[in-house]
């Protein structure tokens, strides 16, 4: 029992060390948009991921700005990113999405940023526990944390690919209703076709009968 407490109280000093925003934004034709985040603490991890659910050919442009205003990273054209990269100056950093290349699509973008220190959390110590089981039990907590950090990456890649694959199915039935819309005009437009000169060979035959 107090081998669990402890366990439950490394996970909440875990869950502290470490700030997090995850956002699905609406990305307007043309427009650009800007999200700030505050690292407080030299040698922060900072971990960056964003996927295009839709519009257009879902792709998008960003850039990363640390607080001296140099870009660290950025990309053209891009349908998903998953970066992580270590704040070499505490201050604000910019993490902007830029739609300019569309003039009529919207986009809608789920990014998320993450700002974690470091600093490992230790697991407190209490009477009667071992070191070995102690240390044990914290690298189990460790890497369970890690897993359900791939868990949870695995699945915003899946719903990603289901946004996308579900937009190409919708973008195909419209094509083939146009399509068909189109061939029963073409079909009509050629019966009636069809008729007229019918009926203007019969009427030019009986002129030069009489």
Known sequence: MQLLLAAYGLLLACASTASATALTYKLAPSEKACFF??????????A????????GSFDVDYAVTGPNEKIIMDGTKER???????AQETGEFRFCFDNEMSTFADKFVDFEIAVE????????????TSPEQ??????????????????????????TR??????????????????SV?????????????????????????????
């Open 37 to 46: 985040t505050w690292v407080e603490q030299k040698g922060a991890k900072v």
């Open 48 to 55: 960056f991921y964003f996927a295009v659910q839709s519009g």
């Open 80 to 86: 998903q990113g998953d970066f992580v990269f270590t």
């Open 117 to 128: 220190n470091e600093a490992r959390a230790q697991l407190p110590s209490k009477k009667g």
């Open 134 to 159: 102690t240390s044990a039990l914290e690298e189990s907590i460790f890497k369970l944390s890690g897993q359900l950090s791939t868990i949870n990456r695995n699945q915003k890649y899946f719903r």
């Open 162 to 179: 289901e946004n996308r694959n579900f937009s190409t199915v919708r973008s195909t039935e419209r094509r083939i209703f146009n399509f």
């Open 182 to 210: 189109i061939e029963g005009l073409m079909m009509v437009t050629m019966a009636g076709l069809q008729v007229f000169i019918v009926r203007f060979f019969f009427q030019g035959a009986r002129k030069g009968y009489v």
